[in-house]
């Protein structure tokens, strides 16, 4: 097994579509789809005090009533940010 590098490794994103923009009252959804791999269930985090806007992944409720995320994918940032736009973009478009 290779050693784990200290440097954080990003998945750069080939071409990519934002689907199925939900807007609900605990936060706005999203499904990513990418040449061979479909994400659904992608949420958005609005910047906090200490932290930019970021895609949140799918979480599921364990039976010790904590949740724990489903999986987890490290994009480019470049990538993220184009896809927030992205999906601000749908979201106000459906809230006219």
Do not use: H
Not at 72 to 87: F, G, R
Request: with cysteine.
């Amino acid at each position: 097994m290779a050693k784990k590098s200290e440097e954080k490794k990003y998945f750069k994103l080939g071409e990519w579509e934002v689907k199925n923009v939900r807007d609900l009252d605990f936060g706005t959804f999203f499904t990513l789809q990418c040449e061979g791999l479909t994400l659904y269930n992608l949420r958005v985090v609005p910047a906090g005090k200490n932290y930019d806007a970021f895609i949140g992944m799918p979480e599921e409720k364990g039976k010790d009533g904590s949740y724990y995320k489903l999986f987890s994918i490290y994009l480019d940032p470049a990538d993220v940010a184009e896809i927030l736009d992205e999906v601000e973009k749908q979201a106000n478009k459906k809230r006219r």
